[in-house]
């Protein structure tokens, strides 16, 4: 799937991720968002995906599938740490 379709979840007010899962559907007509997002971040963009598919996209989009992984990185003081990442694909339902 293409990066284009990706959201990754960051410090941005909550709506603005739904309404860039929900603008991917209706305006660009993907038939696939993929939510990503990395450690203290990951129930967020849980929540995310609930609220797209359950309040603004009910019986349209539905979760295709789930993976859940860690990457390992560099801190600031070189110490390598893992955090653990989220991705949740969307997919449009055809009807």
Do not use: C, W
């Amino acid at each position: 799937m293409a990066e284009e379709n990706s959201i990754f979840v960051g410090t941005k007010p909550f709506m603005n991720y739904v309404t860039g899962v929900v603008m991917q559907f209706t305006t660009k007509n993907a038939s696939e968002v993929m939510v990503k997002a990395r450690g203290k971040f990951i129930s967020r963009a849980v929540d995310i995906a609930e609220v797209s598919t359950k309040r603004f996209l009910e019986g349209v989009v539905v979760v295709k599938h789930i993976n859940i992984n860690s990457e390992k990185f560099q801190n600031t003081e070189g110490k390598e740490v893992r955090v653990s990442t989220i991705e949740i694909a969307l997919q449009k339902v055809n009807k």
